[in-house]
């Protein structure tokens, strides 16, 4: 890759040394911070993305939000930036290897390392929930491992806000696919749940050397993430304890509900593990995974008497405990047996005078039943407020939270969740969805420096100043702002005053050939020539790809001050043609030819024979400048996929996929019902012909 940003500096402050690595959304560098005089990773956002103002709202929101971050294994937040040419992130530099290319490099690691990791980990996932931050993207290539056994978690918030843009399920996905929860895979509400299945898969990673699922491609991957249960982590590698494998499993059931309700839930039990590795847990009993009674034997293999497979027990008392109660001699329990018969004729007695007297209040009185908890996630605060079925059975505790896809005033979180039974009274913890305002940036050309200022504070944006040379604006007069004159920025955004301090005794040349070349070279052209970018003003009407210089005022060869700004006219790439693609997943498992049909917009535009044995995709390229198409793909006139290539964004929204059922599947078998075959469409539960209304909806959504 020609690299633009190597050999460069940002904001006059991090110095670019070289490319470490690419992620799907940025680019990550090693730079070095001449003020603090350290070594920092800069993660650059990728400029596909930069014209997307809904993805740029989030990347803001959410860069502001991860700097609350700070733990010891979390990767460090130290500046981020949100300017019109360039977004980034600086953080601490890592000197480590991931942890996958651990698992790589040794296989199945031991498990009490595994549990060194997980907890490290688990703390870490633990600060952010409790920061409202889900990190969504939980996988061995975001973790980092220094030399001194210390795990640092990265990519915190970037993952965030990876749901609402365009995510295809190709084999570019399945980095990603192998450890996301059933209900991302779905496209559903995401919760922190999501954050511990992805734990548990990098769990049960670490100590068999495999993925719980492996499939061909991305999309078979997800669907059993969403179906399919995993081989059971002991069948694969023996020497893992029963108490490991059943908090792995734990953490990945399908049902949210059915997991560890919080990272530090699952890091009591497996600092409990820690300290006893014997310890068995008694998950299985409201587990979604289908109940496994020779599984269960396996569990209680070792275990005197065999009595931890035993329904009744109660894992809450620790086995030692139990050995010892077991052990009492025969005399002391008739001891202590006698003591409470005595005990107990005595209560008897009062009880019963108690009784008598207090009859009647007993039989009249209310029972004070527990209820249960309603599902408030999803509703407005002040719909709750107005209904008195929740403020007289409950007490509310609000925190305020930020999730820039839901409205103001909605309920992200609550605790206890929906369907717990509690107490009347209960005091319910809330997350209420906050908003950040944003305002434009106003023009202040040729403002004094005190009335921008006012002016800037009207608009609840807080500002700073710096002095530049200019040929024509008045010292003290301002000449423009950075960002520049209206962009939508954060209200509180920090707005810099290039102030006038008259012509400069040194003169130098505008460059020349600006004209042409992308905005970032043409940024980096003039700070060599010791001149300053003006405003930028974005034409939408030009075809010139995103981003690539118009025009530069002063123009090219000028002579002006040194410390000059120029003002730069930029394509916004909203009238260039963009040439769009996306590969179709073909169903898995089908051996023979289909017939496909690709609609545009309604219009029948392709027909194709496929077969999946020999192509596991098919690719739609499609071009355009502005606006949208909606894009349908049939096989043998079955509805299978909706894709929308967005020619604004530059970027491909595959919806729903659909199953696909073989015409020979649907055939309707007339020839008797003596075989008992029960599975022909058209029949009914007791063999009788029936409507078809059991039948498979061959549309089904699958992802």
Known sequence: ????????????????????????????????????????????????????????????????????????????????????????????????????????????????????????????????????????????????????????????????????????????????????????????????????????????????????????????????????????????????????????????????????????EMLDDLERFRRDPNTIFRYDASASIPYDRSR????????????????????????????????????????????????????????????????????????????????????????????????????????????????SGEILRQNPKAGIMVKKGREVELTINGTILQVEVPDLANYSQADAIDVLKSYNLNCRSENVADDEIEVGKVVTTDPAPKTMVDEGTVV????????????????NNLVGKLVYDVTAALEDAKLQVGGITYDDNSTQPKDTVLSTNPASGSTVSEGSTVDIVVSSGKGAVKQLSYSVPLPVGVDRDIRLSVYRNGTLVEENTVNPIYNSVYALEFSGSSGSDAVVVELDGQMYVEVKFDYDAASVDPGAIYTYTPPEDNNVDNGGGDDGDSGDVGEGDNGSEGSGDEDTDPYEPVG
């Open 1 to 264: 890759m020609d690299d633009k940003y190597v050999g460069k500096r940002l904001d006059g402050r991090y110095e670019i040394h070289q490319l470490i690595g690419v992620g799907g959304m940025a680019y990550v560098y090693k730079a070095y911070d001449r003020i603090e005089g350290r070594w920092v990773a800069i993660k650059i956002l990728k400029e596909e993305f930069s014209n997307n103002s809904d993805f740029l709202r989030r990347f803001r929101n959410e860069a502001k939000a991860i700097t609350l971050l700070s733990h010891p294994n979390i990767v460090e937040v130290f500046d981020v930036s949100f300017g019109d040419r360039i977004q980034y992130i600086v953080m601490e530099f890592v000197d480590g290897i991931t942890l996958k290319e651990y698992i790589e490099q040794e296989g199945a690691i031991r498990w009490n390392e595994a549990v060194h990791f997980t907890v490290q980990i688990l703390r870490a996932l633990e600060h952010a929930h409790s920061k409202g931050i889900i990190h969504r993207d939980i996988k061995p290539q975001n973790i980092l491992l220094l030399q001194n056994g210390v795990v640092k978690v990265g990519d915190f918030g970037i993952a965030r806000f990876l749901q609402s843009e365009t995510q295809t399920m190709t084999d570019k996905a399945i980095g990603s696919v192998h450890y996301i929860a059933p209900e991302q895979a779905r496209g559903d509400y995401i919760t922190d749940k999501v954050d511990i299945y992805s734990l548990g898969v990098m769990l049960y990673e670490m100590i068999t050397g495999k993925l719980p699922f492996e499939a061909d491609n991305a999309v078979s991957v997800a669907l059993m993430q969403l179906q399919a249960n995993p081989v059971m982590p002991r069948e694969i590698n023996p020497s893992v304890p029963r108490g490991l494998e059943q908090i792995t499993m734990h953490a990945m059931e399908k049902n949210p509900i059915d997991r560890f309700q919080s990272a530090g």
């Open 296 to 407: 269960n034997e396996r569990y209680a293999q070792g275990r005197s008497g065999n009595r931890y497979a035993r329904e009744e027990y109660d894992d809450s008392y620790e086995y030692e405990e139990e050995l010892v109660r077991s052990r009492r001699s025969a005399k002391g329990a008739m001891v202590v047996k006698g003591i409470v018969a005595a005990i107990i004729i005595v209560l008897l007695a009062v009880g019963g005078v108690w009784l008598v007297n207090n009859w009647e209040k007993l039989t009249t009185r209310p029972v004070d039943e527990p209820i249960e908890m309603p599902q408030l996630e999803g509703m407005l605060y002040q719909d709750l407020l107005a209904n008195p079925e929740y403020t007289e059975n409950f007490v509310f505790k609000t925190t305020e939270g930020n999730d820039p896809d839901k409205a």
């Open 496 to 511: 810099t005053l290039k102030v006038s301090k008259g012509p400069a005794q040194q003169k130098v040349q505008v460059p």
